[in-house]
């Protein structure tokens, strides 16, 4: 059983930064490709960055390129998610996931994390 922890929420102004963990405290997450999803209230739950489970592929949603980057320590079971030049768009429930598969499709992550939340001061 994968069980995922995330941390590193907060409030934030706009044009800073925060790093977002991901931890397992069941198996480990080194044969899971991983993602990050947000959700914002009233909107639906949408892919952020994803990462395949030896970190070699990376992929990001349009409005986080160059803002966001996503990293792994499979040595430490962990996942991050570096985001700088944080918008008032980025405000969400920030979730992490993990799935067999490098997508982005929430219908293909098997696990998740409770949500950490972000919030973006203009």
């Known amino acids: 059983q994968v069980q995922l922890v995330e941390s590193g929420g907060g409030l934030v102004q706009a044009g800073g930064s925060l790093r977002l963990s991901c931890a397992s405290s069941g198996r480990t997450l080194s044969s899971y490709s991983m993602g990050w999803f947000r959700q914002a209230p009233g909107q639906e739950r949408e892919f952020v960055a994803g990462i395949s489970w030896n970190g070699g592929r990376t992929a990001y949603r349009d409005s986080v390129k160059g803002r966001f980057t996503i990293s792994r320590d499979n040595a430490k079971n962990t996942v991050d998610l570096q985001m700088d030049s944080l918008k008032a768009e980025d405000t969400a429930v920030y979730y992490c996931?993990?799935?067999?598969?490098?997508?982005?499709?929430?219908?293909?992550?098997?696990?998740w994390g409770q949500g950490t939340q972000v919030t973006v001061s203009s």
């Open positions: 996931a993990a799935s067999s598969l490098l997508s982005r499709r929430l219908q293909d992550f098997d696990y």
